[in-house]
């Protein structure tokens, strides 16, 4: 049966390929596994301040995850533009359970499936694309952090070159396969403002229209962004977001019963460094202010730092610390989380370089405020008091991961 199965798939495989001989069929992805258990003698369960929007990632991560991609070049043109199929299955399973990647504790999803015609002549070296795609994200790494996400299910025009500045175009009516209706989104970007030696500015406006439906609303947001190479041996990187009414996702389409009044605004500053070939990082600093007119305001300020010391070419100490607070009408609630994880880093001692191996034990420590809310917000996780540490605000976990990327 196996054989079969297998048979099977190389035949389907090189159906796709036949036709297009030529042209190379390229397998990129990502995948992260591990098995933890927490100090409460119970499966490792990670710690995040509840209303915030991320959580600092080393040694606090309680999932399988994959994502497997195939991009395919169907054909290349007379005039130097190239024809392409994309597509990519992202795979999800919590800790502690059979990994069937279905039902309650798992999910298994096509995030990407489109169609791209880049390189055009006539679009001044652009792309036409259309489909579901990952489109112009921008993460911090250490906290899995997309503070800027046009990923879309739409169509658009990319990076179209005109007088040394790239223009592109998006319209959009699904954010991700997670988004229930269908919202238009515009998104306009612009980008490739020579600011100074090694540093590059970008803008982006998103309107989001006014749905069908009672008390929905449109709403916008802008976001200017700087990055700086060059910056302690790595990049830097700078930016100011604000939106209002559904704009508030800043970024993402947010909730469309949010009217004009409800306002939000974000400053983000990150960067990267590798001083020596064996001393790397990065730090984050995030901070947003979210007015709402039913009294839900709050102030979300995020710091962290993951540094990493190559002892031997494949050997590393990794660390992280990140502290998170929201100020909110209920009162102020703290989480403070700290990692440490001696690694095996086989591809080499920079910060980037995957796989890694590693063995970690995290602790955190959180306040009242954030217990009380997360026994309204996320009963049974961490924090609160129905979780695996009780009526405790503080705990730690430990255990072994395997992160690895590849293109």
Not at 4 to 10: D, F, Q, S, V, Y
Not at 190 to 211: A, K, M, R, T
Not at 274 to 280: H, S
Not at 300 to 313: E, H, M
Request: charge should be negative; charged fraction near 20%; hydrophobic fraction near 35%.
């Amino acid at each position: 049966m196996k054989t079969t199965m297998h048979l099977g798939l190389a035949i389907s495989l090189a159906s796709l390929a036949i036709p297009f001989g030529a042209q190379a069929l390229e397998f990129s992805g990502y995948m992260r596994s591990g098995v933890g258990e927490s100090s409460a003698s119970g499966s490792q369960s990670c710690f995040q301040l509840p209303g915030a929007p991320s959580k600092y990632r080393l040694g606090n991560e309680c999932e399988q995850y994959a994502e497997l991609d195939l991009r395919h070049d169907l054909m290349t043109f007379d005039n130097g533009s190239v024809l392409s199929l994309e597509g990519m299955a992202a795979l999800y399973n919590e800790y502690d359970h059979t990994p069937k990647f279905t039902g309650d504790h798992g999910w298994a999803r096509m995030v990407q499936a489109y169609a791209e015609w880049s390189k055009v002549p006539e679009l001044y070296g652009g792309s036409l694309w259309a489909g579901r795609r990952f489109y112009k994200r921008n993460d911090i790494h250490i906290s899995d952090f997309y503070y800027w996400n046009q990923s879309a299910t739409g169509a658009g025009v990319e990076d179209m070159e005109i007088g040394g500045l790239k223009y592109s175009y998006a319209f959009s009516r699904k954010d991700n396969v997670f988004q229930d209706k269908y919202i238009n989104r515009h998104d306009f970007n612009v980008g490739g403002f020579d600011s100074n030696p090694g540093g590059e500015l970008e803008f982006g406006v998103s309107y989001i229209d006014e749905p069908d439906g009672e008390d929905a609303h449109s709403g916008w947001a802008v976001t200017v962004q700087h990055k700086q190479d060059g910056f302690l041996g790595g990049s830097n990187t700078f930016a100011v977001q604000y939106g209002e009414g559904p704009g508030t996702g800043l970024g993402y389409t947010g909730d469309v019963t949010l009217g004009s009044s409800a306002k939000s605004w974000r400053v983000v500053e990150y960067f990267d460094w590798q001083l020596t070939p064996r001393f790397g990082g990065q730090f984050q600093a995030v901070y947003q202010k979210d007015k709402r007119q039913d009294g839900g305001d709050q102030d979300w300020i995020s710091v962290g730092v993951r540094p990493v010391y190559a002892l031997t070419d494949q050997f590393k100490l990794v660390a992280e610390v990140g502290h998170d607070q929201i100020d909110a009408r209920e009162g102020t609630r703290k989480l403070t989380k700290f990692t440490v994880a001696p690694t095996w880093s086989p591809a080499g001692p920079d910060f980037w370089a995957r796989p890694e191996i590693r063995l970690y034990y995290t602790y955190a420590q959180w306040n009242d405020a954030a217990q009380v809310a997360a026994n309204a917000m996320a009963a049974g996780s961490a924090l609160s008091d129905t979780g695996v540490f009780g009526g405790d605000q503080h705990g730690s976990n430990f255990g072994v991961q395997i992160e690895y990327w590849w293109d």
